[in-house]
């Protein structure tokens, strides 16, 4: 694997069998003191190309298109550390933030730069925007709230330890979940925070979190102990608790089961997929399984032509028939590429890899039909869709509009 980072340990880890684990993965994991759980890159886990090298790209018979409509330069981008940084769109404007802390609001149509605002610290989380409110949270472990209309801080907010997922939002509580296993929300007018929900964090984890997702009267968030819990909205108090995973194996490597991709909401049901463990379906309200299948994925998921899709740990996508287990298709032509969460643009899925390639594959049946090189210094952060147009933010911090021709 081509790696863009190493990962991180949170903790120093003392135990024998724990120490041999990560001699063997010496190249993988480099210790430290001073945090509260030990975490790892999933995409880093190898230094040497000949391990597990990334697929060759070759030619393909272009079906579709993807024609560039305009490009904004958003600070640093995703910078040197291991970030995933994500736009989000609301009302017609998409709103981006660097590292570096800059944040921009761009009007989707024409590209056109609203505001721009630079804050204190280096951003690890975001975007979330809504009911009036720009989110993102810095290393710092502070929450930064932005008014939509102009880009001022409207007040910022310290939580128990780094966030590293979008904020969000239901007009009355801000919602975030921290690396250290917490979520909390905190009051929209001032930051204060109202409720906070912990749950044990196992001792290795992946680096990175789910983005909660805030229903009528609830906030359902994944664990790095492969739960998925859902909490009342109002005042935090449990409501219920599922399994995405079971932990298994004798090393802690091998019990790393993270719900780490976001949720997928689909009217009364949510789905969450975990490294190392299944992919399954739940109600909202009761947390009753719906269904589920085995996999192993770190990334969110998307729906369309009846299908629910994901990709694997080794970036191979899948098209699952909704509320089975039927595979329809699956395409390995960018096994080891790292990359993204699949979209659903118009009759396609599109994914971007480390390499900043952007590729299309048929809904139908999984083919490359496309394909357009958005950043060369590659695609951390998911792409969004809206209305037949594709948005890329590359790590350079090149923020693309692309038309789907």
């Known amino acids: 694997m081509n790696p863009s980072s190493t990962g991180s340990i949170q903790n120093c ?28 890159n999933p995409l880093n886990w190898f230094s040497d190309d000949e391990v597990n090298p990334p697929t060759p790209l070759v030619n393909i018979p272009v079906e579709a298109t993807l024609t560039r409509q305009w490009s904004v330069n958003v600070g640093n981008g995703q910078g040197k550390n291991y970030t995933e940084i994500t736009p989000s769109i609301d009302s ?4 981006a933030a660097s590292v570096n802390g800059t944040v921009v609001a761009i009007e989707m149509s024409t590209g056109n730069t609203l505001w721009s605002t630079r804050i ?12 009036g409110m720009v989110m993102v949270a810095t290393e710092s472990a502070e929450l930064v709230v932005l008014d939509q209309a102009d880009g001022t801080v409207k007040w910022q907010h310290g939580v128990s330890s ?24 905190l009051n929209t007018e001032d930051g ?21 997702v805030i229903t009528t009267d609830a906030v359902i968030a994944g664990f790095s102990n492969g739960t ?55 109600e909202v309200t009761s947390g009753r399984i719906v269904w589920g299948m085995e996999a192993s994925s770190y990334h969110g998921m998307e729906q369309g032509f009846g299908n629910i899709y994901y990709c694997d740990d080794k970036s191979q996508i899948f098209a699952i028939r909704d509320n089975s287990e039927d595979i329809v298709w699956d395409n390995s032509d960018l096994i080891n590429r790292e990359i ?23 809904q139908i049946d999984g083919r490359i039909v496309g394909r357009i090189q958005a950043d060369s210094d590659g695609v951390r952060a ?24």
């Open 228 to 282: 998925l819990v859902a909490v009342s909205a109002e005042d935090g108090v449990y409501l219920w608790e599922e399994r995405v995973a079971v932990p298994e194996g004798e090393y802690d490597i091998d019990r790393v089961i993270d719900v780490d991709g976001d949720l997928l909401l689909d009217g009364g049901r949510i789905l969450a997929a975990s490294y190392q463990g299944n992919l399954m379906a739940f």
């Open 340 to 362: 993204t969460a699949p979209t659903a643009v118009g009759n396609y899925i599109a994914v971007a890899d480390y390499e900043g390639y952007v590729h299309l594959l048929s």
């Open 120 to 131: 204190e610290g280096v951003i690890t989380g975001g975007v979330g925007s809504g009911d």
């Open 92 to 95: 017609g404007v998409i709103y």
């Open 192 to 212: 204060e925070q109202r409720w906070i929900y912990e749950t044990t964090q196992p001792a290795l984890t992946l680096r990175g979190s789910s983005k909660p």
């Open 162 to 185: 780094e966030v590293l997922s979008a904020p969000q939002t239901n007009g009355d509580i801000v919602v975030a979940q921290t690396v250290d296993d917490k979520l909390v929300a």
């Open 382 to 405: 998911n792409l969004l869709a809206n209305n037949g147009r594709l948005y890329v933010f590359g790590n350079s911090g090149r923020l693309t509009a692309y038309q789907l021709q």
């Open 13 to 40: 880890v003392t135990s024998g069998v724990r120490l041999l684990v990560l001699l063997a993965l010496a190249s993988v994991l480099t210790a430290c003191a001073g945090f509260s759980a030990p975490s790892l």
